[in-house]
């Protein structure tokens, strides 16, 4: 799977007035952090923002679907992230309302243990 650069392009550029863009390759895609806060990945030319429980009735009203993958012997599997409405692909500040909403649900989230030193 190939991450479409000129999308993180965008992306970066559309939220250079609110904050500082980086990522992280992962698995088949980017993970993309605003300000070291992670809101959203990059799967193919996908842009997948950032949800939970006290953000998911706004993307179900808006009928973000969620982030699934397969697993292997026919199973599934989701993570707590919604598509991106189509309107962020050309539109600026779109993008930032959006972003604003799944990079609060980031800030939400609880911080992650350091992994241990073998």
Do not use: H
């Not at 650069?5 to 698995?27: F, Q």
């Not at 919604?82 to 972003?99: G, K, N, S, V």
């Amino acid at each position: 799977m190939a991450v479409d650069t000129g999308l993180i392009a965008w992306i970066e550029e559309a939220l250079a007035p609110i904050g500082t863009l980086t990522r992280r390759a992962m698995m088949g895609g980017v993970t993309l952090y605003l300000d070291a806060t992670i809101f959203a990945i990059v799967v193919d030319d996908q842009l997948w923002f950032k949800a939970d429980a006290e953000s998911d009735a706004v993307w179900d009203a808006a009928a973000c679907p969620r982030f699934t993958y397969q697993m292997g012997e026919g199973r599934a599997g989701s993570m707590n992230y919604r598509r991106a409405p189509d309107e962020i692909y050309d539109d600026a500040d779109a993008l930032r309302d959006w972003a604003a909403l799944a990079i609060a649900a980031g800030q939400r989230a609880p911080a992650r243990k350091p992994r241990a030193k073998r």
